[in-house]
Nanobody, 125 residues
């Protein structure tokens, strides 16, 4: 399994920006799809964005399109989430996750079984 550690969360005002990082260890992630999920208080965890092992292939949930950008640096075994124009409804614990399958040909959230501990993002109005 891949060990994942998120960082970069915090408190920011609406309209501000944050950059989350997810550093992997134990195994390389360059052959794996990677994703960011979030869980707001009282709600279930949901996918926010994902990036394929082919880094030009990405997915964004509708609510973050045009505001969030996922990227990866395979040399650093790290995935990033740049979050701009943050809104109070973006407040959640953000989790990084790795697809257990390598060289997958499509996104499949049920295959994401390696998870980080999460980092809190709070956006004040």
């Amino acid at each position: 399994q891949v060990q994942l550690a998120e960082s970069g969360g915090g408190l920011v005002q609406a309209g501000g920006s944050l950059r989350l990082s997810c550093e992997a260890s134990g195994r390389t992630i360059n052959s794996r799809d990677m994703g960011w999920f979030r869980q707001a208080p009282g709600k279930e965890r949901k996918i926010v964005t994902a990036i394929s092992w082919r880094p030009t292939v990405t997915y964004y949930t509708d609510s973050v399109k045009g505001r969030f950008t996922i990227s990866r640096d395979n040399a650093k075994n790290t995935v990033y989430l740049q979050m701009n124009s943050l809104k109070p409804e973006d407040t959640a614990v953000y989790y990084c996750a790795a697809d257990d399958t390598t060289y997958s040909d499509s996104f499949a959230w049920e295959r994401y079984r390696s998870w980080g501990q999460g980092t809190q993002v709070t956006v004040s109005s």
